[in-house]
C-alpha cells in the first residue's frame, strides 16, 4: 500500500469519519445530542433508586436508613400524584419514597430523592417549593428532602434561611449528597447494589480508575442477577468512568472475567431481542396470512358464485332455445357477476337467444 493508499484509508476509517463529524457538528446540535446522552443516564439513576429503595435510603439518609427493618414497606408514589402540579423538571427526576410501618409503631414518612446532575442548576427555593406541595398534596409534614449531586459544584446553597431585620420568616434545610466529595475506596466491594453503581461518582483518591471500574462491575454482576439491569447500570459506572484507551487495556487484562462475561450479557440481550423480534414477525405472519386467506376464500367465494350463475343461465338458455343456444355460450363464459344476473332475467321475455344480450 502506497503513502496515498494509506492516508485515504485512514481518512475513510469510521473513527476518522466520526471525529470529522464531531468537529463540524453545530453546538446546538451538540448540546441536545449531550442532554440526550444526560438524560439517559439521569434515568438509569432513577431506576436505580426506585429499584432499590432500600439500599438507597440506607446510603444516602443513614439516620433514616437505620429504621429500616424487614417489615418496613417502601413505596415509590411517583405514578400516583398529579404530574401537572408537580412540574415536568421534577416529574422527571425525582423520587418520592413512602416508607411504612405495618404495625403502626411510627408515622409513615416520604424520602423525597432529588438527582442533580448539573449542580449549577440546582434552585433551593425550587426545591422548598416542591417540598411544601408534595407536603399538601400527601397531606404530611414528614417529608425528608434529599439531593444527590453526580458532580461537584460552587456555591451549592445548603440552606435557605429568609428574615426581615431579626423576623425569620422562612428557614428549609436538605440532605446534601456531593458524591464526588465521597471517597470510593471507602465504599467499595460492599452488598449495597447502589453504592457500588454510584462508585465512578465518589473520588478516586489512592485507587486506580480501572479498578474502580473493575470492582464495580465485579460486584453489580454479583449483587444483580437481572441482565438487563446489569447491562444498564453498566453503562452509568463507563459513563462517569471514562477511561482512556490504555485504561480500557488493562481493564480487560485484569478483569477478563468481567469483560467476557458482561459480553455473554450483551450477547444473551442480543437474542432476547432477536426472539421478540421473530415473535413479532410470527404474530404479524399470521395476521397477514389470516387476512390473506379471508380474501382468498372471498376471492373464491366470488369465483364459485359467477360458476353457479353462469350454469343457471347456460341451463335456462338450452332449455329454451334448444340447440341454438350454442352459438352464445362464450359470451356467458364471459360474462361478470352484474351481467349473467341481468342475462338470466333476459331469458325471461327474450324470443332468441341474441335478445338476451341486447336487453338490458
Known amino acids: 500500500m502506497t503513502d496515498s493508499d494509506d492516508i485515504k484509508a485512514r481518512a475513510s476509517s469510521p473513527a476518522t469519519r466520526a471525529a470529522k463529524a464531531d468537529r463540524e457538528e453545530s453546538p446546538a446540535r451538540k448540546k441536545r445530542r449531550q442532554r440526550r446522552k444526560r438524560h439517559s443516564h439521569d434515568q438509569y439513576f432513577k431506576s436505580l433508586i426506585i429499584q432499590y429503595p432500600?439500599?438507597?435510603?440506607?446510603?444516602?439518609?443513614?439516620?433514616r436508613g437505620a429504621l429500616l427493618d424487614d417489615s418496613v414497606v417502601i413505596t415509590p408514589i411517583r405514578q400516583e400524584l398529579p404530574a401537572d402540579r408537580l412540574g415536568e423538571r421534577f416529574h422527571e427526576l425525582d423520587v418520592p419514597l413512602e416508607i411504612r410501618w405495618p404495625d403502626g409503631r411510627r408515622k409513615a414518612i416520604i424520602i423525597m430523592i432529588e438527582q442533580q446532575t448539573v449542580p449549577s442548576r440546582f434552585r433551593l427555593k425550587k426545591m422548598a417549593i416542591y417540598y411544601l406541595l408534595l407536603s399538601?398534596?400527601?397531606?404530611t409534614d414528614a417529608i425528608v428532602p434529599v439531593t444527590v449531586f453526580l458532580h461537584r459544584g460552587r456555591n451549592i446553597p445548603e440552606q435557605l434561611d429568609m428574615m426581615v431585620d431579626d423576623d425569620r420568616f422562612m428557614w428549609f434545610r436538605y440532605v446534601s449528597v456531593v458524591l464526588p466529595d465521597w471517597q470510593a475506596i471507602d465504599h467499595i466491594d460492599t452488598d449495597n447494589v447502589v453504592e457500588q453503581v454510584l462508585l465512578t461518582t465518589m473520588s478516586g483518591k489512592g485507587l486506580d480508575?480501572?479498578?474502580?471500574?473493575?470492582?464495580?462491575?465485579?460486584?453489580?454482576?454479583?449483587?444483580?442477577?437481572?441482565?438487563?439491569?446489569?447491562?444498564?447500570?453498566?453503562?452509568?459506572?463507563?459513563?462517569?468512568?471514562?477511561?482512556?484507551?490504555?485504561?480500557?487495556?488493562?481493564?480487560?487484562?485484569?478483569?477478563?472475567?468481567?469483560?467476557?462475561?458482561m459480553m455473554s450479557v450483551r450477547e444473551e440481550l442480543e437474542r432476547k431481542s432477536e426472539r421478540r423480534g421473530e415473535?413479532?414477525?410470527?404474530?404479524?405472519?399470521?395476521?397477514?396470512?389470516?387476512?390473506?386467506g379471508r380474501e382468498e376464500g372471498r376471492a373464491e367465494g366470488r369465483e364459485e358464485g359467477r360458476q353457479n350463475a353462469r350454469q343457471t343461465l347456460i341451463s335456462l338458455l338450452t332449455a329454451k332455445f334448444g340447440a341454438?343456444?350454442?352459438?352464445?355460450?362464450?359470451?356467458?363464459?364471459?360474462?361478470?357477476?352484474?351481467?349473467?344476473?341481468r342475462w338470466t332475467l333476459a331469458v325471461l321475455t327474450a324470443n332468441t337467444p341474441e335478445e338476451v344480450f341486447r336487453l338490458q
Open 54 to 63: 432500600r439500599e438507597a435510603i440506607r446510603l444516602f439518609d443513614p439516620k
Open 136 to 139: 399538601e398534596l400527601c397531606k
Open 209 to 261: 480508575r480501572v479498578d474502580i471500574v473493575g470492582r464495580a462491575i465485579r460486584n453489580l454482576i454479583r449483587l444483580e442477577k437481572d441482565i438487563d439491569n446489569v447491562l444498564n447500570f453498566e453503562k452509568f459506572i463507563r459513563a462517569y468512568a471514562q477511561l482512556d484507551a490504555e485504561e480500557e487495556r488493562r481493564y480487560k487484562e485484569i478483569y477478563a472475567q468481567e469483560d467476557a462475561h
Open 279 to 292: 415473535r413479532r414477525g410470527e404474530r404479524r405472519g399470521r395476521r397477514i396470512g389470516r387476512e390473506e
Open 324 to 341: 341454438s343456444a350454442a352459438g352464445v355460450l362464450d359470451r356467458v363464459e364471459a360474462g361478470s357477476q352484474e351481467q349473467l344476473a
